[in-house]
């Protein structure tokens, strides 16, 4: 059974920092990676999509690693500003499902102080 | 393109009834998938939808089901409500459900059911 796990629960930072999200799963057996950012109340908001074969994808001030092999992904935010204040959720599409099923980590709940 | 959309966005129920959410996918899109999400459990996978055929479900009583429609719309139902089932059920749509293609989940913003 994949499990994801993201480290850490919770992070403070000060606005302009750079920061790492980490995000770890059990089964490399993966077909793809996906990050998300949810507001407090509301839906997900797809950031970056890294096919399994990728080993990172680029938007703006983000940046996601792949690495299958280790079973982890990392979400780089360069810059941060108050507006990136949300919690960061790392999810990994299981290619033997079978169907096309996501896995969710429990979530980065990231605050930025201005 | 309009995004995914979902009815209603906010629902109160009392135990033992019965409750049907509604999913719009993104105008192309042919498969729906269902997820819900609670403080204590985190995200966890209802099913998933393809071409008006359920083709995988997660660990979920039967209590909870859903349908596909032949415009791609779904509909989940959950009957003799728990006071356990208030949760942000939401549903996410991908371009193609094959695998082997680009599959990027695009969400909803959810319906948030309460169960008194």
């Known amino acids: 059974k994949q499990e994801v796990t993201q480290i850490p629960a919770a992070l403070s930072v000060p606005e302009g920092e750079n920061l790492v999200l980490n995000c770890s799963f059990t089964d490399s057996a993966i077909y793809n990676l996906q990050w998300f950012r949810q507001d407090p109340g509301k839906g997900l908001t797809s950031l970056l999509l890294i096919q399994s074969s990728q080993r990172e994808q680029t938007s703006g001030r983000l940046n996601a690693s792949l690495d299958k092999s280790s079973g982890r992904s990392t979400l780089y935010i360069a810059a941060s500003q108050p507006g990136d204040s949300a919690t960061y959720l790392c999810?990994?599409?299981?290619?033997?499902?079978?169907?096309?099923?996501?896995?969710f980590g429990k979530g980065t709940k990231l605050s930025v102080i201005p | 393109k309009a995004g995914v959309t979902q009815t209603p966005r906010y629902l109160i129920k009392t135990r033992g009834q019965q409750v049907t959410l509604s999913c719009s996918p993104i105008?192309?899109?042919?498969?729906v998938s269902w997820y819900q999400q609670t403080p204590g459990q985190g995200l966890q996978f209802l099913f998933e939808?393809?071409?008006?055929?359920?083709?995988n479900k997660g660990n979920f009583p039967g209590r909870f089901s859903g349908r596909q429609f032949s415009n791609s719309r779904s509909e989940m139902n959950v009957s003799t409500l728990e006071l356990g089932d208030s949760a942000l059920y939401l549903c996410a749509s991908h371009p193609d459900g094959r695998q082997g293609s680009y599959n990027e989940q695009f969400f909803g913003p959810g319906t948030r059911l309460t169960v008194l």
């Open positions: 939808y393809f071409s008006e055929t359920q083709r």
């Open positions: 999810a990994v599409a299981y290619s033997g499902a079978g169907s096309y099923q996501l896995t």
């Open positions: 105008s192309g899109h042919r498969s």
